[in-house]
C-alpha cells in the first residue's frame, strides 16, 4: 500500500464531501460555505496590485515582513493590550490552518492528548492526528449554548493531556465566550498544566459583548498559542494570510517547520494585510453590522419555522436543530437540496454528536437568506402535511 495508514483513515472534509454535490445545479442558494460574501475592499486590493508593478515578487522573511508583524504587534497592543515581540513572537502563515498544523507538529510528541470541544472546525482532529496526537472529545450541546464550562474542561482531562483546543467565536455554533468565563477556563488549564491552542479567526465578529483573547487573561500569555487571520474579518480568504503569537521558544519551533513547509507566505498577501490591518478597521464594522442584521434574521425566522435555534454571539453561522425532524442531518441536507435546492451542511460534519443539526451561514446576501427562509418554510410543510 503506498498510502500511509493514517492518512488513508481519515475521513474526507464533511462540508466538502457535500458540497460537491452542489457543484453544477442551478438556482440553488447556498448557505454553507463558510466564507464572506463580500469582495476583498478596493483599498485592500490596489495595495497588492500596487505592490507587484513596484516589484514586490520575492520572498520574504520565514518569519513574514517584519513590516507586517510589527503592524500585528501594534494591532494587537492598540485593540487588547497585549505586548508581543515583533521578530520572535510572531510568524506569519498560509491561512490560519497552516498556523494550527505548525502549532501541533511543534508542541506533541507521539501519543500526547489534544482535547476538542465539539461541535468543531473539521480540521482540527485530523490535525492533530497528523501531528501524532491523539484528539480528546469534549462534547459541549446546545442547552448550554455549545459552551466549555470549567467542569467539562475538568472532566475531559486525562493523563497524558498536552493541549486544550478552543475556538470563539466558534464555527459552526457561533458561540463566545466572557472575559469571567475564560478566566474559569484558564485556572482549569494552569491547574492541568495545559497549552491553549486558541482560535480566534472571528474575533472581529463578536456581536454581543467585546471579544476577550485567551493570551490577555492573568498568567496564560505564555501558555497560548494565539491564531489567528486575516480571511473572516476582512474578506480575504484567498489570499491565505493568517499569523500565530506566543511563547518565543514555541514560535521558534513554528518557523522551523514553517520554513522547511512552505518558506514563506505569498509577499503580495503579506503586502495586502499590511494595508487591511493598519486601514481596514472601517470595512470591518461595516461588514459586521451587516453580519449582525442578517444574524438576527435568520435565527427568528428559524425558530418561527420550529427549527429551534440559540442565538450566535459570533462568526457567522446559525446551528439550528433538526431534531423534531427525525432524520439525520445528512438525509435533511440532501433532500432540502434536491427539493427545495437549498444548501447547508450537515452537523454531523463538526462532531459525532452533532447528527440532528445543520449548520447554516449567513454570509449571504440578505435576499439570499429570505429566499432560502422562503424554500425551506415550504419544505417543512409538505413533510408535516
Known amino acids: 500500500m503506498y498510502v500511509s495508514k493514517l492518512v488513508n483513515d481519515l475521513p474526507s472534509s464533511g462540508i466538502r464531501a457535500f458540497f460537491d454535490l452542489v457543484m453544477g445545479m442551478k438556482d440553488v442558494v447556498s448557505l454553507g460555505v463558510g466564507e464572506p460574501d463580500f469582495v476583498t475592499p478596493w483599498h485592500i486590493r490596489e495595495k497588492a496590485i500596487y505592490s507587484l508593478e513596484q516589484g514586490y515578487t520575492s520572498y520574504t522573511s520565514n518569519k513574514g515582513m517584519p513590516e507586517l508583524r510589527k503592524d500585528i504587534c501594534a494591532f494587537l497592543k492598540g485593540r487588547y493590550g497585549l505586548d508581543y515581540h515583533w521578530d520572535s513572537e510572531i510568524l506569519i502563515t498560509v491561512g490560519g490552518s497552516e498556523a494550527l498544523d505548525l502549532a501541533c507538529r511543534a508542541i506533541l510528541e507521539p501519543g500526547e492528548k489534544v482535547i476538542i470541544h465539539e461541535p468543531c472546525f473539521v480540521a482540527y482532529a485530523p490535525l492533530v492526528k497528523l501531528a501524532g496526537g491523539e484528539p480528546v472529545p469534549l462534547i459541549t450541546t446546545a442547552k448550554e449554548g455549545f459552551k466549555v464550562t470549567p467542569e467539562k474542561l475538568e472532566k475531559a482531562w486525562q493523563k497524558g493531556t498536552k493541549a486544550f483546543l478552543i475556538n470563539y467565536p466558534c464555527n459552526p455554533t457561533g458561540t463566545s465566550y466572557t472575559r469571567k468565563e475564560l478566566t474559569a ?9 495545559l497549552l491553549v491552542l486558541s482560535d480566534e479567526i472571528y474575533d472581529e465578529l463578536t456581536y454581543d459583548f467585546d471579544h476577550t483573547p485567551f493570551a490577555s487573561l492573568p498568567g496564560m500569555r505564555d501558555r497560548v498559542i494565539y491564531l489567528n487571520g486575516f480571511s473572516k474579518a476582512y474578506a480575504m480568504t484567498g489570499w491565505r ?15 522551523k517547520i514553517h520554513q522547511y513547509q512552505v518558506m514563506c507566505a505569498s509577499i503580495t498577501s503579506q503586502m495586502a494585510g499590511r494595508e487591511a490591518i493598519t486601514r481596514g478597521r472601517p470595512d470591518v464594522l461595516a461588514m459586521k453590522k451587516e453580519y449582525n442584521r442578517r444574524r438576527n434574521f435568520i435565527v427568528a425566522s428559524l425558530n418561527e419555522l420550529g427549527l429551534e435555534c440559540h442565538m450566535p454571539q459570533g462568526a ?30 450537515p452537523g454531523g460534519a463538526f462532531g459525532s454528536q452533532c447528527s440532528d443539526h445543520v449548520r447554516i451561514s449567513y454570509a449571504s446576501s440578505y435576499d439570499n437568506l429570505r429566499e432560502a427562509v422562503n424554500r425551506i418554510g415550504q419544505y417543512l410543510k409538505a413533510r408535516n402535511g
Open 316 to 345: 457567522f453561522y446559525a446551528f439550528p436543530s433538526i431534531k423534531g425532524l427525525n432524520m439525520s442531518s445528512i438525509d435533511f441536507a440532501r433532500d432540502l437540496l434536491e427539493k427545495q435546492k437549498v444548501a447547508l451542511v
Open 185 to 193: 477556563l484558564a485556572k482549569v488549564a494552569q491547574k492541568r498544566d
Open 241 to 255: 494570510l493568517g499569523w500565530a503569537a506566543g511563547n518565543e521558544k514555541i514560535l521558534a519551533a513554528m518557523t
